[in-house]
């Protein structure tokens, strides 16, 4: 079983930054990729960016929706079994409650939810204009 926490959501205005934290816990060897996604209300579930854990590549490659790309950057700390999301120049768009996921997969899938194995509880970003 694995525990995800989500962290340091908050508000912010248009054109400012916030740095996301999911941190994860229990059997941590299962984990091959963790992504992050956000609901707005009214709307699906939809990915935002992911990477593959060191647990079956050496090779992290992140992977952006080109909503975020240029802005967002993911990251991790396997040390502190950390991943991040450093959101920069926040729109009001980006307003959601943001998800950390993880999956059990050797291998990033696709942005479909049920793929994805264990979810975080979310953190709610807004941001004002």
């Known amino acids: 079983q694995v525990q995800l926490v989500e962290s340091w959501g908050g508000s912010v205005q248009a054109g400012g930054s916030l740095r996301l934290s999911c941190a994860a816990s229990?059997?941590?060897?299962?984990?091959?990729?963790l992504g992050w996604f956000r609901e707005a209300p009214g709307k699906d579930r939809e990915g935002v960016a992911r990477i593959p854990t060191d647990v079956f590549t050496s090779v992290a490659v992140p992977y952006y929706v080109d909503s975020v790309k240029g802005r967002f950057t993911i990251s991790q700390d396997s040390a502190k079994n950390t991943v991040y999301l450093q959101m920069n120049d926040l729109q009001p768009e980006d307003t959601a409650m943001y998800y950390c996921?993880?999956?059990?997969?050797?291998?990033?899938?696709?942005?479909?939810?049920?793929?994805?194995?264990?979810w975080g509880q979310g953190t709610q970003v807004t941001v004002s204009s």
């Open positions: 996921a993880a999956t059990a997969l050797h291998f990033c899938p696709a942005f479909r939810p049920p793929i994805w194995d264990t």
């Open positions: 229990g059997d941590i060897s299962r984990v091959g990729c």
